[in-house]
């Protein structure tokens, strides 16, 4: 086996089993603090938002960090070690509290555990994606990488997707239960597959020079404009099929009458992901990365137009509501392997403009963004069903409550995509030509640098 099939096997590994622990803990958290532990919608949406701005410190700050190492497993594979093992055993204490835990102490309990989750995440998820810039040279080879980690990473999502709400309540005693064993496995099968991938991946021994400083580090972040434009859109679009994903679980059991649709939803949809973003390179031999961008973004507006249409009207259709989803992760898929490859070459924009690299800085933003993507729709939910009146005790909510939660499902995204298109398409300027001319520009310049030496 060549190294660089080895390296795209261990690579896609990696994202699938980071994304099983990312899609069990955005998808459910705020159904386990609510429905399962009682925790109030309002108290975690607030709970986690503050956790965000927490890590709106810590990422960059990790950033720096990796950038900084320099040991003999290399400059990310510590981190990715470190933060695996770290993140699995609070993942599984944060779905097993203690019955013995109750009011204060369980808020207090609930709070701890999110912001440690947060925190060990960040150790192995910002040189995880971190990566695919240090160890990919510009363009396809690039965009191969980006494709495979990211579709990877749709496989792994939809698995909890799918089985968590089907197996939970089988598993064990009550949901309780079943959450905590749930947990348990997603945290063997993350250690498990980070090590493949660990295993699997050579990093390439960096060119020894000046270790800047962090501020230096930091102006450099600043100053990379089109990287600042990658994060303000992942934030927003990011957001709005969050908060689609956080509810859901309400949404299949109380407006469409079965939970048990929410797996179908997911399936289909994680099917309907995992294509878009296997066709990509087909796509791009003859359209830009921006045009399909704004493509995938309409077509997921149009599932949820469709969405909204067939839960007004009261029509349950499987076939009708697989169909939805299709189109609607479709789109989804299309636009985050996308927006990774737009964040990469951010990387060589920024070195050509400033003279620093840093990948890791730069990509530490992308995993401060997903989270307060996630926790801005947490935030929107939390709050949102409290708003709406919705009674997690009651069978059946009023036609109010089921009206407000169509619009927070899918009329408040609808909103979040729309300004996504018109962002990016005024404000993203790395064409395909652009980025070559820069590629060129950095050989050039590299080549004259090792010819003062």
């Known amino acids: ?19 099983v622990v990312y899609a069990f803990v955005s998808g459910f958290i705020l159904y386990y603090y609510n429905t399962v532990l009682g925790i109030s919608g309002t108290f975690t949406g607030v709970m ?18 990796v950038e900084k190492t320099n040991t003999r497993m290399g400059k990310f ?34 709070s701890a555990a999110y912001v440690l989750w947060g925190v060990t995440y960040t150790l192995m998820d910002i040189p995880f994606w971190s990566m695919i810039p240090a160890i990919t040279k510009a363009g396809r080879e690039r965009e191969s990488l ?59 021994q960096p060119v020894r020079t000046e270790t800047p400083s962090v501020r230096d580090m930091f102006s450099a972040l600043v100053h990379n404009d089109q990287a600042m434009v990658v994060v303000v859109g992942i934030i927003v679009f990011n957001a709005s099929l969050y908060l689609t994903t956080q509810l859901a679980v309400y949404f299949f059991k109380y407006d469409m009458g079965n939970s ?51 839960s007004a009207l009261g029509i349950t259709a499987v076939p009708l509501l697989a169909a939805v989803a299709f189109i609607i992760y479709i789109g989804f898929g299309l636009a985050t392997v996308l927006t990774t490859i737009f964040l990469a070459d951010t990387v060589d924009y920024g070195e050509l403009k400033t003279g620093r690299r840093s990948e890791s800085v730069i990509f530490s933003m992308q995993t401060f963004v997903v989270k307060l993507a996630s926790a801005v729709s947490v935030l ?74």
């Not at 933060?83 to 102490?105: C, D, E, H």
């Not at 909890?160 to 099968?189: H, K, Y």
């Not at 498990?192 to 390439?204: A, N």
């Open 1 to 19: 086996m060549s190294g660089n099939v080895r390296q795209k096997i261990g690579y896609g590994i990696g994202a699938m089993g980071k994304d």
């Open 380 to 453: 929107i939910a939390g709050v949102g069903i409290d708003v709406i009146g919705l009674d997690t005790s009651a069978e059946v909510q009023t036609a109010q409550t089921l009206m407000g939660l169509r619009v927070l499902m899918m009329a408040v995204p609808i909103a979040g995509l729309v300004f996504s298109i018109c962002y990016f398409r005024s404000r993203y300027k790395l064409t395909d030509e652009e980025n070559a001319r820069i590629a060129q520009a950095l050989k050039e310049r590299r080549s004259e640098t090792e010819a003062t030496k």
């Open 260 to 310: 048990d649709l929410f797996s179908l939803f997911g399936t289909v949809g994680g099917i309907g992901q995992i294509l878009s973003m296997a066709s990509l390179p087909i796509l791009r031999k003859r359209w830009t990365g921006k045009a399909i961008l704004s493509g995938s973004l309409c077509v997921t507006i149009s599932g949820y137009v469709m969405l909204f249409a067939f």
């Open 48 to 65: 986690m938002m503050a956790a965000r701005v927490f890590d709106a410190f810590n990422d960059p700050l990790m950033g720096v960090v």
């Open 77 to 110: 594979r510590p981190w990715i070690l470190t933060g695996t093992v770290t993140n699995a055993l609070i993942l599984y204490g944060m779905f097993a509290m203690p019955r013995s835990v109750q009011g204060t102490a369980m808020l207090v309990y609930a």
């Open 146 to 204: 980006s494709v495979i980690g990211r579709t990877c990473a749709a496989v792994g999502y939809a698995v909890p997707t799918v089985l968590t709400m089907l197996l939970v309540v089988r598993i064990g005693s009550d949901e309780r239960e079943g959450f905590a064993l749930f947990a348990a496995a997603v945290a063997v099968v993350f250690i498990v597959t980070e090590l493949v991938c660990m295993f699997l991946i050579r990093e390439k």
